[in-house]
């Protein structure tokens, strides 16, 4: 598979090397941040791919993260997701297995794993304490390589959603779009507006060089796939941020905009797979997994 695949280089002492890699089906973007002195690296929200018609799931995806790694010659440390997706089915028990690094999200995944199983009415079928090796709070930092990476929990979006700082360069996941495109919708259960707001104020308050790194694009206006801006340049220019918007009018925007949006079209998919690290449910009597979809619900 062709992706689109750009660098981001380090611009010295602390700051990592960022590679995104966009994977178009879903308009994400998967990282690879590493220590350019030790070469050791994580990998964030890579996706594991997912055809709707047909119920098949695959690895490309992955495996093209993982061989673009390989070329560069890196170590990975951590396997890591920022948030239970909902528009793409994450690859993280499948990169663990592949890399026997340990895999990581925030611990308010156990909040969402018992919001989430009462929409599938599945008791028992979601242990995130079982199926990541860490579980996050705010205020974790943990390391890779030399490197110190820096949590902290940035709801709105789902209220689990973490954020990860390693020296000048933030994973911000979705909560900024690329600056033309505004912010991430907040409107999945769990989600709020008013979180989202506080979440992206906060982010906001780093270095103005910081490079923020976001979870999603899809190419307004027909232009190629972005996804890495400064928080200076979304001071500027973001759509939704820019010129001194109050909170009121932010989410009154967020809001009305949110209740246009359908759901996506893996979300129901996606989130029993993911609330489990990226593994299908549990096969069933004849070898057979089988996904559980809920009707009428939303």
Not at 155 to 179: C, E, K, N, Q, R
Not at 242 to 258: A, I, L, M, T
Not at 273 to 286: H, I, M
Request: aromatic content about 10%; proline content about 5%.
């Amino acid at each position: 598979m062709t992706s689109i695949i750009r660098k981001s280089p380090s611009t010295g002492g602390s700051s990592p090397d960022v590679w995104g890699i966009y994977e178009k089906d879903t308009g994400s973007v998967q990282y690879i941040v590493a220590d350019p002195n030790t070469k050791k690296a994580a990998l964030i929200d890579v996706v594991q791919n997912f055809d709707p018609r047909s119920a098949k799931t695959s690895f490309e995806s992955a495996d093209e993260v993982l061989e673009l790694a390989k070329d560069n010659g890196l170590t990975i440390e951590w396997v890591l997701d920022t948030h239970p997706h909902a528009d793409h089915l994450m690859a993280s028990a499948y990169l663990k297995e592949k890399t026997g690094a340990p895999n990581a999200i925030g611990e308010k995944t156990c909040e969402i794993a018992e919001l989430w199983s009462d929409y599938y009415n599945v008791s028992g079928l979601f242990d995130p304490k079982k199926d990541f090796d860490r579980l996050f709070k705010e205020g974790d930092t943990f390391s890779i390589g030399d490197l110190e990476v820096k949590v902290w929990l940035s709801p709105g979006h789902t209220l689990g959603s973490i954020t990860y700082i390693v020296g000048d360069a933030a994973f911000v996941h979705d909560t900024f779009m690329y600056p033309d495109s505004g912010t991430s919708r907040a409107d999945f259960p769990g989600g709020s507006s008013k979180d989202l707001w506080e979440s992206l104020q906060r982010i906001l308050s780093l270095p103005e060089e910081t490079r923020l790194f976001v979870g999603h694009d899809y190419g307004k206006g027909g232009r190629e796939a972005q996804w890495e801006a400064t928080v200076a340049q979304h001071k500027q220019s973001n759509v939704h941020l820019s010129g001194d918007v109050s909170e009121q009018e932010y989410r009154k925007v967020r809001d009305e905009r949110d209740e246009t949006l359908a759901l996506p079209d893996r979300m129901l998919h996606a989130l029993q797979v993911n609330l489990r690290a990226g593994q299908l449910p549990p096969a069933e009597k004849d070898g057979q997994h089988y996904f559980k979809i809920p009707a009428n619900k939303f």
